[in-house]
C-alpha cells in the first residue's frame, strides 16, 4: 500500500515508523475488538508516557487511510501493548475483526507526548467518552493516588463494555450522549469547580472539546498550563 501526503507531512515533522505484530486477539462484549501487539521496537526505542497513542494505516479500497490508536497497558520490558477497536463501519474496524494472529500493519508515532505536571496536582478533572477511555484510564493509572472526577459520554449501552480503571478515590459519571453533546457540556460546566491546583483533561467530540475548554479557560480562569484538550473525533 502507498503512502500518502500524510506520510510524507508526518515524516518530515519527525514520525517515527514501525510495524506491529498481533500476538493475540479477543472480542469484547460483541462492541469491541482487541488486539494485543508486538511494537517492533517502538516502546523500547519511545518509551511510555500517560494517554501515548500512535497513528495506525489502513488499506481504505487501495488507499491509504490513517486513524489514531491510544496504547492500553504499554509494557517496555516485553514491547507488548494493547489495542482496541470499536466495532463499527470502517477500514480500521474491518481490518480488526479480520486479524488474525501473525498479522503485521505499520504504525506511526508522532504528535503524542503528554506528562503529568510534577508536582503532582491535587485532583484530575478529566472529560471523555469510549473512544478516549483508554487514554483516561492511562491517566487513572498514571495519577493513581491523585483523588479524579471523571466524565464519561456514551452513545449506547455497548460504549461501556471498556471499563473505567477507577479506584475509592475516583468519582466516574457516565453521560448520555444527547442534543449533539450539548448535554456533556452543560453538565460537566455546572459541576467544574475551578483550582489553581488542579490538571484539566478534555477529549472527546470535537465541538463539545471545544466548549468545555472554553469554559475552563475563560469562565473558570484555569491557566493555560492546568489544562490538556484535544478533540478526539468529529460528528461533522
Known sequence: ???NWEAVVLKAMGGRD???TVLAVESVDGHYQRLVMDGGGLLESCGVHPTMWIRLWFDNHGRAHQRAYTLVDPDPAT????LEFALHDGCAARWATTA???DTIEATLQGSGFQLPDPAPGHLYLVGDAASLPAVNSLLDAGADIPATVWLEYAHEGEKALAPRARAHHDV???PRRDDGQHLVDTVCAALPASDAAHYWVACEAASTRRITRHVRRTLGVGRHQLTSLAYWSAR
Open 1 to 3: 500500500m502507498k503512502r
Open 18 to 20: 514501525f510495524r506491529l
Open 79 to 82: 514491547g507488548r501493548f494493547t
Open 100 to 102: 488474525k494472529v501473525g
Open 173 to 175: 459519571t457516565w453521560v
